[in-house]
């Protein structure tokens, strides 16, 4: 860690109701995963909705493996891992979504356009 941000956005856990670094929650898939407490040994992260909680090893592991499916994708197979990436707990908003959206739109609008490319894109 470099430094400590206070602005609003990084002193909020849901970064302005963004949600951008959250994930769903594994159990009842309506709630986001939030810090919630510190301890002098490891942070916890619990569902808003169900309460459910998740190790901070856990919050690292599944975000080292999102980031990993958004380094090594080719551009055809962006949109299956965005619903890979969603069903595993990433949501819309989570910014490894977002980057493969934004390079899946980058790189498919160099290449000839059809319908269903064009619909992909419209609903990112």
């Known amino acids: 860690l470099f430094f400590t941000c206070g602005c609003g956005r ?3 856990g ?4 963004t949600q951008a670094s959250s994930f769903k929650c ?3 898939r309506e709630g986001f995963i939030q ?3 510190q301890t002098e040994t490891e942070n916890c992260y619990q569902c808003k909705v169900c309460e459910k909680t998740m190790t901070e090893q856990k919050v690292i592991e599944k975000a080292t493996f ?3 499916l958004e380094k090594f994708s080719s551009l055809e197979r962006i949109p ?3 619903l890979e990436m969603e069903s595993t707990g990433a949501h819309p908003l ?3 979504v977002i980057e493969l959206k934004q390079c899946y739109i980058e790189g498919i609008t160099h290449s000839g356009l059809n319908d269903q490319i064009c ?3 419209l609903a990112y």
């Open 10 to 12: 990084c002193q909020d």
């Open 14 to 17: 849901s970064e302005m109701g």
């Open 26 to 28: 594994y159990n009842c």
């Open 35 to 37: 810090e919630v407490k």
């Open 66 to 68: 999102l980031r990993s």
């Open 80 to 82: 299956s891992l965005i």
């Open 94 to 96: 989570y910014h490894s």
């Open 119 to 121: 619909r992909t894109v």
